[in-house]
């Protein structure tokens, strides 16, 4: 049975280091695909700097030089032994992560999460302009691992995190147990229908006391359902809306005119990005929006 264990132990390290082998030529002929392409077509100036940025590193998600400030080797992982879960100190606060998660991928996903939020990233919530106050109601939509509530969680003034994956609602569980009286978890996906394991937005706050102010959206693609599902909730006023447009090619330009015509006012982030979820779905001209930060 030790022996077996071992195999099976063996098999999955060679499986792993096949896939890696695998991405990285692929990701190496995508880059060359990219800068080929940009060799014949013009390009405005975002486009530009990550194309030059991309002729001198590996192709990835933000090919810009802020990303080189964040070393995954670097990132302290530590083990809570009341509940098992591995987490990192950020800001001087616990972030947890999911039990399936080993010490290497948290390091990988913590840096990249901070990667993520850096000020020139395409990705980042927040701008010049569009910040979190003290009396932001939070609506955390497709929380995951909860980081950006966290970083703001003793100034906002209550949060609600929308998370299905029972996995990450424990690890959520654990991150807020210090801030539970402003915080609620709903285990559910926030979508254009209500059932058992959807919610919209507008069915969610029917019977709430308060209104949100800041909704964070970024929720793999399913962006629009979310859109549409909370029709009402964008007739609030005093409402700032971070939402990622980079999951599908037209998002940045659809989600810019749908809200536009529901009166408000938006600013794209910095820069722009490549989502390699998928490597066999990246297509000219490669390079995607962030995400619109949209208030009125």
């Given at each position: 049975m030790k022996l077996r264990n071992v195999y099976q132990t063996l098999r999955y390290k060679v499986d792993c280091e096949l896939k890696n082998k695998k991405r990285k030529s692929a990701l190496s002929k995508l880059k060359n695909e990219i800068l080929a392409y940009y060799k014949q077509v013009p390009?405005?100036?975002?486009i530009e700097e990550s194309v030059n940025y991309l002729k001198l590193y590996p192709l990835k998600t933000f090919c810009a030089p802020f990303t080189l400030a964040y070393k995954w080797e670097d990132v302290e992982v530590l083990v809570d032994s009341t509940n098992g879960l591995l987490y990192v100190m950020h800001q001087d606060k616990r972030l947890y992560f999911i039990r399936s998660y080993?010490?290497?991928?948290v390091k990988y996903c913590y840096s990249g999460l901070l990667t993520e939020q850096d000020k020139q990233s395409p990705h980042c919530y927040l701008g010049k302009g569009f910040t979190v106050t003290e009396k932001d109601v939070l609506l955390d939509v497709g929380s995951a691992e909860g980081i950006f509530s966290l970083t703001h969680i003793e100034k906002l003034k209550q949060v609600i995190l929308f998370e299905r994956d029972p996995q990450w609602v424990e690890a959520l569980e654990?991150?807020?147990?210090?801030?539970?009286?402003?915080?609620?978890i709903v285990r559910k996906y926030v979508s254009d229908c209500d059932d058992e394991e959807n919610v919209t937005i507008d069915s969610f706050l029917s019977d709430k006391p308060y209104h949100p102010t800041f909704i964070k959206v970024?929720?793999?693609?399913?962006?629009?359902?979310?859109?549409?599902?909370?029709?009402?909730?964008?007739?609030?006023?005093?409402?700032?809306?971070?939402?990622?447009?980079y999951h599908q090619p037209n998002d940045f330009k659809?989600?810019?005119?749908?809200?536009?015509?529901k009166g408000f006012n938006w600013t794209a982030s910095n820069g722009v990005m490549i989502f390699l979820n998928e490597l066999e779905n990246v297509h000219a001209p490669y390079f995607r929006k962030g995400l619109i930060r949209a208030k009125k």
């Open positions: 390009a405005n100036k975002e080993n010490a290497r991928t654990a991150t807020f147990a210090p801030w539970s009286e402003k915080v609620t970024d929720v793999e693609g399913a962006e629009q359902q979310v859109l549409n599902g909370m029709q009402e909730t964008l007739k609030l006023s005093n409402l700032k809306l971070a939402l990622c447009t659809n989600f810019t005119g749908y809200l536009t015509e």
